[in-house]
């Protein structure tokens, strides 16, 4: 699985609102600049973050985003899901999906495919914005 711009620069806004926890909402135009992020394309990735529950929108003159949780309870797991779609790097290991393949059952790669998905998913959902921001203090 790679990840796309969607999620890198998804998991970079969502590392901005944490660092700023706490102290009200951040505008869009301040987190596009300090991430050099579009602020067009931002705005349809906070749409789509709003639209899961991870963050809040505040209309007004102070406006703008904030977290929905504390970042010690945002998985990393969570957000490139809701950016990415499913954490696998084969179809026929997505959770949930019927194997179309006639040689699930019997496919060694398979077995790799698995291992590789869940050494993804153990990091990604081991990992909270918290994590990062910890992570960000040391650079």
């Not at 194997?99 to 153990?122: G, K, Y």
Request: proline share 5%; hydrophobic share 40%; net charge negative.
């Amino acid at each position: 699985m790679r990840i796309s711009t969607r999620g890198k620069y998804g998991v970079r806004a969502m590392l901005e609102l944490a660092m700023g926890y706490g102290q009200g909402p951040i505008p869009l135009k301040v987190i596009a600049e300090r991430q050099q992020i579009s602020e067009h394309y931002l705005e349809q990735l906070m749409g789509t973050l709003r639209r899961a529950g991870l963050v809040n929108s505040v209309r007004g003159a102070q406006g703008g985003y904030e977290l929905a949780f504390p970042p010690g309870e945002i998985k990393i797991g969570q957000i490139i899901r809701v950016l990415e779609g499913p954490i696998a790097p084969v179809e026929c290991v997505e959770d949930g999906v019927d194997p179309a393949c006639e040689r699930f059952e019997a496919c060694a790669t398979r077995l790799l495919w698995e291992r590789l998905r869940d050494s993804m998913t153990e990091v990604l959902d081991s990992t909270t914005l918290a994590d990062l921001c910890e992570d960000a203090a040391s650079l």
